[in-house]
């Protein structure tokens, strides 16, 4: 099983737990993935942000809805976002996630929760170290989706 999970710091430096996965081309179509973000207006901004590279086809806001979304989002399966944030809401060809990305609103313990369903570690992870300070200034939105593009561009 392909297990890729990364640790994005806010000051831009990378982290990589364990590397197993085949480094891909990037084709020309936007690269389809999930993200988990609490704040729904950070989320729709990075929704933005990512765009033409990536496409955010899902969006979740809590570990319960993660475990519950991402499982069928997975299989390709039709998975209304309670959020109602990504390109797969309300469409009925939807696209299957190639990353998540999990935002800094999520404790390490959340993120472990929903990590460590294993239908959900066939795709690789993407999200702010364990080490990180509460309390930390959060930075701009555009500065972390940057950080993810590069994560993304330089993990394949």
């Not at 930390?136 to 993304?152: C, D, G, L, M, Q």
Request: hydrophobic content about 45%.
């Amino acid at each position: 099983m392909v297990c890729l999970r990364t640790c994005v710091l806010a000051a831009g430096v990378i982290a990589l737990n364990a590397v197993n996965a085949a480094p891909y081309e990037r084709a020309l179509p936007p690269v389809p993935i999930a993200i988990g973000g609490k704040e729904a207006s950070i989320s729709e901004e990075f929704i933005e942000l990512m765009k033409p590279d990536y496409d955010v086809v899902h969006v979740i806001n809590s570990a319960p809805v993660g475990k519950s979304e991402f499982i069928p989002l997975l299989k390709g399966e039709y998975t209304i976002p309670v959020t109602m944030l990504g390109s797969n809401f309300n469409n009925p060809n939807p696209k299957v996630p190639k990353a998540i990305f999990i935002g800094g609103g999520f404790a390490q313990s959340e993120i472990d929760e929903m990590y460590n369903v294993c239908s959900l570690q066939v795709v690789p992870w993407v999200y702010p170290p364990a080490g990180r300070s509460n309390g930390t200034v959060v930075p701009p939105t555009s500065f972390i989706a940057e950080r993810v593009k590069a994560v993304f561009k330089e993990n394949g």
